[in-house]
């Protein structure tokens, strides 16, 4: 079973308490077969960092134990089962390049026969990139292309829309292609951040989300104890979403996102659904 996640808030200090209180959701089980490759990606002191693990054969990967002492407030993290592309560093997500993060579910139909006709309509610049073999790392660098033409990819703040955009742009593209090798439109999940806003693409399965905003829901997450512990100045200004994909069921007190949607998730507001 794969695993995808990420989480925003305005606490970096609070982030690896959400993934420990919500641990059982986010560990992903290895069944019968190759081992599960996993990768956190995340922001610190104004740094991109990448931890990632091609192979991994535990049976049951647990993220929240690998982040348990990372110190941030924008997180990405996959587990990965390996469908295009061999258990290499190059092709476990997330993936990075400048500020932005990326992580995928799913798989590009026909992306054998695609691999070629993608690459070449990406600038050299971006192109050049590319480290793996996997599709996932292509359709990344597709979406910074689609950015890269709207004028945005160099820009210190992208507005949501713009990411959207180039999101819907390369999912029309590449489903148009797979549609001419004679596949039906491709599925899986997506997030992306460039450490401003998160924004998860979910076109079919589960994917849900779960906001934590003020004193009274804090106080759930950690307890009295935890909050008087962890001596939180500004409490009810405190403020974090957690999202995950591909889950069983969906808990009490997420919320699911329907089918064909795109969530854009920040640091101080509700998060907003639109249609893909």
Do not use: C
């Not at 990606?41 to 960092?49: A, D, H, I, K, R």
């Not at 906001?211 to 200004?237: C, Q, Y």
């Amino acid at each position: 079973m794969a695993r995808m996640f990420g989480f925003i808030g305005n606490r970096p200090d609070l982030g690896a308490r959400v993934l420990e209180a919500n641990a059982s959701l986010l560990r992903a089980r290895r069944t019968a077969g190759d081992p599960l490759g996993w990768g956190l990606g995340f922001y610190q002191s104004g740094e991109v960092l990448l931890r990632r693990r091609p192979i991994d054969d535990r049976d049951e990967i647990d993220l929240v134990e690998a982040a348990g002492d990372i110190r941030t407030d924008v997180l990405i993290g996959h587990v990965r089962r390996a469908s295009v592309g061999g258990l290499r560093t190059e092709n476990t997500h997330p993936f990075r390049y400048r500020m932005w993060l990326f992580a995928q579910t799913g798989t590009i139909f026909g992306f054998e026969r695609l691999r070629e006709r993608l690459l070449s309509s990406q600038p050299e610049f971006l192109r050049k990139n590319v480290r793996g073999e996997t599709d996932s790392e292509l359709f990344f660098y597709l979406f910074l292309s689609f950015l890269h033409d709207a004028g945005h990819l160099s820009d210190a703040h992208v507005a949501a829309e713009h990411v959207a955009g180039a999101l819907r742009a390369s999912i029309a593209l590449v489903d148009r292609l797979s549609a001419e090798e004679g596949h039906p439109a491709n599925s899986g999940d997506i997030l992306v951040t460039n450490g401003e806003e998160l924004v998860a693409v979910h076109r079919e399965g589960t994917l849900a989300y779960r906001v934590w905003s003020g004193r009274r829901d804090i106080e759930e997450l950690l307890g009295e104890d935890g909050v008087r512990k962890a001596r939180i100045p500004s409490i009810e200004s405190t403020h974090f979403s957690l999202i995950a994909s591909e889950l069983e069921s969906t808990p009490v007190g997420w919320q699911e996102v329907a089918p064909q949607s795109i969530v854009t998730l920040s640091r101080t507001d509700a998060p907003r659904v639109e249609a893909l």
